[in-house]
């Protein structure tokens, strides 16, 4: 068990989906199918939907608080964001979520578990910003 | 422990209406996302926010509108998703103009100006050195800090617009001296001059050094003095792109880098990078992914927004120049810019020449009447890194002079590579 910082609480579980290079969700994710469109990411071509984003931090634009938000809203986005870093575009998109609907995700910066855990690990992310190994992936 | 003042405790409670309520509980959760100690007012804001992503940021500002929501301090708008005077001709979708206009409308009734351009900076009225300022979008934000010597922390679409409403901000980041000190120092002094004086050379430099230091504050020693706002612009727009870069110095250009020393201040360089041929060529290839053999279908300048020094310089470029029929020619510029570059006869040329003004917005942000588009030709780091993603295309990087010739042409054709080609 790690325990992170958290910038928006709830709570969450997924498989992990790790990458060390940032995203920037604006130009990087496509909100209505959750697709990574940044061709110059590794990511590229994967989707975040219901994964557990676990990157150093976001980068570039500052339209990615809106396009989180409409992957909040559309289904379409991660289940969680762990981040090494405080990261105030992925923080913000789901803090207006949260002041919209109700409804957002956990955004935790847990720097341990951004250097630990591997895609296709299954986490689950607690309100205190614990964030368990449920299972590991297979080797 | 975030102090309050009376002021942030009445916006909070209600007092100044629902809408700088709800404003200023977004603002105080991302004082704590900051871990900010105090709050300090701002003079002035640009917001992004007024791009369509979806109804999600329509119904955000729709609710701020509705509620009462009235910017305290003057705010200039970003692009929008359309340009508001030839969408039609465009042939964007009547479904989605009208969301873009909805949204448009929210933050205009919420009192901001219609400036609709990504470079606030080349209005008449800019941000003093030393003012605060909560500006959105990446490439602006990097330029009002860096070059203007303004301050402002990287903010994000809804919160530019509840700092503006509110007036407050948390004082953290880089609205804080002891934030806007140097981190990295890049050298290209090194490098040879003909690069250092190439146009190129800003926008792969820009993307270099993002890429690599991210959200720290790099600190470029050897810029040449003949260093243009533009160059600046790219450079910045470049950084912003590949990284989280909010402000970089520049020694001897910069406001707030007169000397190597000021640049770092009490901090002493954590990393020193001596920036080779090969790191801006590494840049070219990542961002210039381009098929020879491949038609350009589509050249796209002013990413950041074409300047008027720009117009000038594209203007004899065009002279004796007719675009390929096959190719939608666009520069993109702030309906202010148009209107100078109008009065200068500098946007007729482009007409002349088979090209097309876009003002409002851009090419990665709204339809094209051509598209799908194959191939971008671009002299823009920016279009070039977010192209594929957003437009679906590929891309080739070139010099202004290179996209000319390459729109003529209709595939990609360069003067001639120089040193971007390893030997």
């Known amino acids: 068990m790690w325990r992170g910082e958290v910038l928006v609480g709830g709570a969450a579980e997924g498989i992990a989906l790790v990458t060390s290079i940032p995203l920037s969700f604006w130009g990087g994710v496509e909100p209505l199918t959750g697709e990574v469109i940044d061709s110059h990411h590794p990511l590229c071509g994967e989707h975040v939907t219901g994964r557990v984003l676990v990157m150093p931090r976001g980068r570039g634009s500052s339209s990615s608080s809106s396009v989180l938000l409409e992957c909040i809203r559309l289904r379409t986005g991660p ?24 409804q957002t995700i956990p955004v935790v910066i847990v720097p341990e578990a951004v250097a630990t855990v591997r895609s296709g690990d299954r986490l689950r992310v607690g309100p205190e910003g614990d964030v368990h190994l449920v299972e590991a992936a297979s080797p | 422990m975030l102090r309050l003042t009376d002021v942030d405790r009445s916006l909070l409670g209600g007092e100044r209406g629902p809408a700088a309520a709800m404003a200023m509980r977004i603002v105080l959760r991302m004082a704590y996302v900051w871990r900010a100690l105090a709050m300090l007012d701002i003079t002035g804001a640009h917001i992004d926010g007024c791009l369509y992503h979806g109804d999600g940021g329509l119904e955000f500002a729709e609710r701020l509108a509705s509620s ?46 219609p400036t609709w351009t990504c470079a606030p900076y080349q209005d008449t009225e800019r941000p003093a050195f030393g003012a605060q300022i909560a500006w959105g979008e990446s490439n602006a934000i990097v330029f009002a800090n860096s070059v ?27 609205h804080l001296e002891e934030n806007r000190r140097g981190e990295w120092l890049f050298r290209v002094d090194e490098l040879p001059a003909a690069v250092r004086e190439d146009e190129r050379f800003y926008p ?65 360089p954590s990393r020193v990078v001596d920036v080779t041929l090969d790191d801006l060529r590494d840049a070219h290839r990542e961002l210039s992914r381009e098929d020879a053999e491949e038609p350009v279908d589509l050249v796209a300048l002013g990413s950041p927004h074409f300047s008027l ?8 470029l065009l002279d004796g120049v007719r675009v390929d029929a096959a190719v939608d020619f666009v520069v993109c510029t702030g309906r202010a810019t148009y209107e100078l570059a109008r009065t200068e006869g500098l946007a007729d040329a482009v007409e002349r020449a088979g090209g097309r003004i876009l003002t ?10 051509r598209g799908p588009y194959r191939l971008m030709m671009t002299n823009s780091a920016k279009f070039a890194h977010y ?32 040193w971007l080609v390893a030997r």
């Open chain 2, 387 to 418: 192209g594929p993603g957003k437009v679906g295309c590929r891309v080739a990087l070139g010099s202004l002079a290179d996209c000319v010739r390459s729109a003529r042409a209709a595939r990609v054709v360069r003067e001639e590579d120089g």
């Open chain 2, 360 to 369: 409002d917005t851009c090419v990665v942000n709204t339809p094209g009447p």
């Open chain 2, 309 to 316: 020094a720009e117009f000038r310089r594209l203007k004899p």
């Open chain 1, 79 to 102: 289940a969680a964001i762990l981040l090494a870093a405080a990261d105030e575009m992925l923080a913000l998109g789901a803090i207006v979520a949260d002041e919209l609907d109700g």
């Open chain 2, 68 to 113: 009462g929501g009235r910017v305290a301090v003057p705010a200039t708008l970003n692009i929008g998703s359309l340009d508001f005077l030839r969408w039609r001709a465009a042939g964007v979708p009547a479904a989605f103009a009208r969301k873009a206009r909805s949204l448009a409308d929210a933050y205009l009734r919420m009192g901001c100006r």
């Open chain 2, 204 to 268: 792969l430099l820009g993307y270099f050094f993002g890429m690599v230091c991210q959200e720290r504050v790099p600190v470029i020693d050897g810029l040449p003095p003949t260093a243009s706002e533009d160059d600046l612009k790219a450079l910045g727009a470049a950084a912003a792109s590949s990284g989280a870069v909010g402000l970089f110095h520049a020694v001897g250009i910069t406001p707030e880098a007169p000397t190597l020393s000021a640049a770092f201040g009490v901090r002493r």
């Open chain 2, 148 to 174: 203007l010597g303004a301050r402002t922390n990287r903010y994000g679409d809804f919160l530019d617009i509840c700092a503006a409403i509110t007036g407050r901000v948390p004082a953290a980041g880089l």
